[in-house]
């Protein structure tokens, strides 16, 4: 039984691209959470979204970000317009259900560098 | 806003030692509370305490909650190596629906042989 999958786990970017970041939940984990860690930082809730809902984005930037779980495929989190502070690791996350304190499964990170 | 406070931020021990952990919370609402272990990948789960003085243990590791005091602490018993990593303490709220997990900075442990 896979994990959580993210990919790509390492991400260079010249400052101004677009950086898109995928992940697939375990099997049968309809909810996704994407969090941002910072160097010398905690993990910072960005999203929470389930198949073609966002239900909480209240720790997305209001500006160059944008995440998506649709019907069919991976979770989408897309920074467009990278500036050197975007650098930073992005994991996601997934649970079968909601209230999950526990069960909630993280994937092994995708590693943004912007220069 | 909702904040979680972990001390101390980085301790080197030797193989052998014990050591304790320290996470201190305060939050609108409070659910549960659970601690992590990041080795430079994904954080993989160890407790979820969501009552006062009930102590989790798994093998080495326990910890208890206070939940009046709003702090928890992580007990590491005869550290090995393999135990060094980031431990992360995070709460979860109850917020109208939202799942998200407040984290704190994590704790650097480092077990010299």
């Not at chain 1, 809902?53 to 160059?64: H, L």
Request: glycine share 8%.
């Amino acid at each position: 039984n896979a994990g959580v999958m993210q990919n790509p786990r390492h991400l260079v970017r010249r400052r101004g691209q677009e950086a898109r970041l995928r992940c697939s939940p375990m099997k049968g984990h309809s909810h996704v959470y994407w969090y941002r860690q910072l160097p010398e930082e905690g993990l910072k809730f960005m999203v929470y979204l389930q198949k073609e809902n966002i239900i909480d984005e209240s720790g997305m930037p209001k500006e160059r970000f944008s995440a998506e779980f649709p019907k069919e495929g991976p979770s989408i989190l897309r920074i467009q317009q990278v500036v050197r502070g975007d650098s930073a690791a992005y994991f996601c996350a997934s649970s079968r259900r909601r209230d999950s304190g526990n069960t909630i499964y993280f994937g092994e990170g995708s590693w943004l560098t912007v220069v | 806003e909702d904040k979680v406070v972990q001390s101390p931020l980085s301790l080197v021990v030797h193989e052998g030692d014990t050591v304790t952990l320290n996470c201190s919370y305060e939050v609108t609402n409070f659910r549960s509370l659970l601690w992590y272990k990041q080795e430079k990948k994904a954080p993989t789960f160890l407790f979820m305490l969501t009552s006062s003085g009930i102590e989790k243990k798994s093998g080495r590791l326990s910890s208890i909650l206070d939940k009046k005091e709003l702090f928890s602490i992580l007990n590491i018993t005869a550290t090995q190596t393999g135990d060094s990593a980031v431990y992360l303490c995070a709460v979860h709220p109850s917020q109208g629906g939202s799942e998200k997990l407040v984290f704190g900075k994590g704790m650097k442990l480092t077990v010299n042989p």
